[in-house]
Structure formats: structure tokens, C-alpha cells
């Protein structure tokens, strides 16, 4: 039965130059499903097929701007059409930046403007053409970003905060264990070695347990080296996360090693794991060497 809940649409346009690629790509990663550069004619035809598609995609993200050349001409009514449909919420997205920004980021990329043959290769004529052609659509607006004097991460920023309920959704965050005896996570941002702490292998009881097991956890814990470890290491995250998302990383790879990848680094990976589920992140936790050496 076809989902009846509104699929979100989100219309980013704007200068060409503005930094619409960068807002595509931060769109991407909190979960919108984006395409770029496609003719206004087909959006709703393109809409309607994303509707229909057994994922049944909830976040839609389409740019569309003069790069479409005479396809562009219809764009308002296009977008006004789109916006009256019962079952869609459609917004628009402006993106603005003064024109001598526009024409540095030009030079300093020595990227060519959409209409810079039409215009003989005279960028000034290009955007005034532009912002001429954009006005209507400029006006209808329902979010605008001038990103004239801003940085890429100030804009990634600016994103996350109107787009996302919870800013913290937007960084990814992997807790994982390994065993040093098969090699170092090598994907890893943090890497945290535990075999400082009690062994719960020479003990034979616990041998063919996993750190996934209260009795091994209740183990590991139960040092005061270890719940001191513990402690240190939830503080120096509590520092360091809101810096990460902060900056506009959208994942972070936090990797526990002991000796063979089954109980201290486990231990840990599950306890931090929760930990920051806790605090509202969202966390996938992985264990590579779980299953090696099985006994």
C-alpha cells in the first residue's frame, strides 16, 4: 500500500558559483536522497517516480539552475506547480554571493560559467543575465543563504542547523573492536589500546565468552583501572564530538584493540557504544574479530 506521508522536497537553486555543490553534498549526508543539475521539466516526473520506488524516499534534494540552458526558461511555473501538490512539502533553497565572490571563485577554480559562451566569455554579462533569470524564483524562496563572506564549513553549518532537528544526527559515528594479533583498524579516527587492562582469556571460565556477555564485561569492569579508563575516555569524547561536528565531519571511526578482538576491546566498544546512543548519537558498533580463532 503507497505511503501516504508527505515526501519532503527540497528545490536548491541559485548563482552559479554560490556553493550549491557544497550544499548538495552536506544535503547528502543527513539523509537526503539529492540529484543535481536536472531540467525542471522533469522534476515532478522525477518526483512522482521516487514516490512510487519500493524505498519509498521520504528526503528529496534537487538542484536545478541555469546549467540546463533553455530548459531552465519554465523553471518558475515548474516550481510553482510542484509546490500545489497535496502529498509533497516542497521548499525552496536560494543561494547568493555577491558578484565579484562569484567571479574570484571563478578564477581561483578556472572553472568556465554555464553561459560563458553564450557571452563571449565576459563573466560580468553572465551574471547579471543570471541573476536577471533568477529572480522570480529568488522571490519565492523560502530559505536564503548569502555566501558571500562565509566559509564552506560555515555553510555545511548553516545547513545542519535548518535541515536537521537534532545536529548531532549529522555525524556518523562507528565504534568497533579488533585484535592487534590480526593487524590495526586502519580506518580508524581514535584508536584506544586496552590491553593495559586484566585479561579475561587466562581466565577459563570466561575463555570462550565474548566482551558481548555480561559476565565478561562484569570482568573487565570490575578493575579500577579499567572504570577509570572508562571514564577518561567518555570525558575526552564529551571534549571532542562537539568539536568534530563542529568542523563539519560527518564520520567518525572509534576503533578498541586488545589481543584478540573478543573480550577488553569488545567490552569497551559495547559500553562506549551505549554510551553515546545515550547522549542521542547515532552510533553503529561493529566487531571485526568476534568470530576468528573460535573455540
Same mark, same amino acid.
Given at each position: 500500500?503507497?505511503?501516504?506521508?508527505?515526501?519532503?522536497?527540497?528545490?536548491?537553486?541559485?548563482?552559479?558559483?554560490?556553493?550549491?555543490?557544497?550544499?548538495?553534498?552536506?544535503?547528502?549526508?543527513?539523509?537526503?536522497?539529492?540529484?543535481?543539475?536536472?531540467?525542471?521539466?522533469?522534476?515532478?516526473?522525477?518526483?512522482?517516480?521516487?514516490?512510487?520506488?519500493?524505498?519509498?524516499?521520504?528526503?528529496?534534494?534537487?538542484?536545478?539552475?541555469?546549467?540546463?540552458?533553455?530548459?531552465?526558461?519554465?523553471?518558475?511555473?515548474?516550481?510553482?506547480?510542484?509546490?500545489?501538490?497535496?502529498?509533497?512539502?516542497?521548499?525552496?533553497?536560494?543561494?547568493?554571493?555577491?558578484?565579484?565572490?562569484?567571479?574570484?571563485?571563478?578564477?581561483? $577554480?578556472?572553472?568556465?560559467?554555464?553561459?560563458?559562451?553564450?557571452?563571449?566569455?565576459?563573466?560580468?554579462?553572465?551574471?547579471?543575465?543570471?541573476?536577471?533569470?533568477?529572480?522570480?524564483?529568488?522571490?519565492?524562496?523560502?530559505?536564503?543563504?548569502?555566501?558571500?563572506?562565509?566559509?564552506?564549513?560555515?555553510?555545511?553549518?548553516?545547513?545542519?542547523?535548518?535541515?536537521?532537528?537534532?545536529?548531532?544526527?549529522?555525524?556518523?559515528?562507528?565504534?568497533?573492536?579488533?585484535?592487534?594479533?590480526?593487524?590495526?583498524? $586502519?580506518?580508524?579516527?581514535?584508536?584506544?589500546?586496552?590491553?593495559?587492562?586484566?585479561?579475561?582469556?587466562?581466565?577459563?571460565?570466561?575463555?570462550?565468552? $565474548?566482551?558481548?556477555?555480561?559476565?565478561?564485561?562484569?570482568?573487565?569492569?570490575?578493575?579500577?583501572?579499567?572504570?577509570?579508563?572508562?571514564?577518561?575516555?567518555?570525558?575526552?569524547?564529551?571534549?571532542?564530538?562537539?568539536?568534530?561536528?563542529?568542523?563539519?565531519?560527518?564520520?567518525?571511526?572509534?576503533?578498541?584493540?586488545? $589481543?584478540?578482538?573478543?573480550?577488553?576491546?569488545?567490552?569497551?566498544?559495547?559500553?562506549?557504544?551505549?554510551?553515546?546512543?545515550?547522549?542521542?548519537?547515532?552510533?553503529?558498533?561493529?566487531?571485526?574479530?568476534?568470530?576468528?580463532?573460535?573455540?
Amino acid at each position: 500500500m503507497q505511503d501516504e506521508t508527505k515526501m519532503q522536497v527540497l528545490l536548491v537553486t541559485g548563482m552559479s558559483g554560490s556553493g550549491k555543490s557544497s550544499v548538495m553534498d552536506v544535503l547528502e549526508d543527513i539523509g537526503y536522497y539529492c540529484i543535481d543539475n536536472l531540467p525542471p521539466q522533469l522534476i515532478e516526473r522525477f518526483v512522482k517516480i521516487c514516490r512510487e520506488s519500493e524505498n519509498h524516499l521520504q528526503k528529496l534534494a534537487i538542484a536545478a539552475d541555469l546549467r540546463s540552458g533553455d530548459m531552465f526558461g519554465n523553471a518558475y511555473a515548474e516550481f510553482v506547480a510542484l509546490k500545489k501538490h497535496e502529498n509533497l512539502e516542497v521548499k525552496v533553497l536560494y543561494i547568493e554571493a555577491e558578484d565579484e565572490v562569484i567571479i574570484n571563485r571563478y578564477k581561483e $577554480t578556472r572553472r568556465k560559467h554555464p553561459l560563458d559562451e553564450q557571452f563571449g566569455g565576459c563573466l560580468h554579462n553572465a551574471i547579471a543575465y543570471e541573476r536577471e533569470q533568477l529572480l522570480p524564483i529568488k522571490g519565492m524562496a523560502d530559505y536564503y543563504i548569502e555566501t558571500s563572506y562565509i566559509s564552506v564549513s560555515q555553510l555545511k553549518k548553516q545547513i545542519r542547523e535548518i535541515f536537521l532537528d537534532n545536529t548531532t544526527d549529522f555525524l556518523s559515528i562507528k565504534v568497533t573492536s579488533f585484535g592487534f594479533k590480526y593487524g590495526v583498524s $586502519t580506518e580508524s579516527d581514535l584508536v584506544f589500546d586496552v590491553r593495559c587492562l586484566p585479561n579475561p582469556y587466562y581466565i577459563e571460565s570466561l575463555r570462550a565468552h $565474548t566482551g558481548c556477555e555480561a559476565c565478561v564485561q562484569d570482568y573487565v569492569m570490575s578493575f579500577e583501572q579499567s572504570r577509570v579508563l572508562m571514564q577518561k575516555i567518555e570525558d575526552l569524547l564529551d571534549f571532542l564530538i562537539p568539536l568534530y561536528i563542529q568542523e563539519g565531519k560527518s564520520r567518525l571511526v572509534i576503533a578498541f584493540g586488545c $589481543t584478540g578482538g573478543k573480550h577488553r576491546s569488545i567490552t569497551f566498544t559495547e559500553k562506549i557504544g551505549d554510551y553515546l546512543i545515550a547522549k542521542g548519537m547515532h552510533v553503529i558498533k561493529q566487531h571485526r574479530d568476534i568470530g576468528k580463532d573460535r573455540l
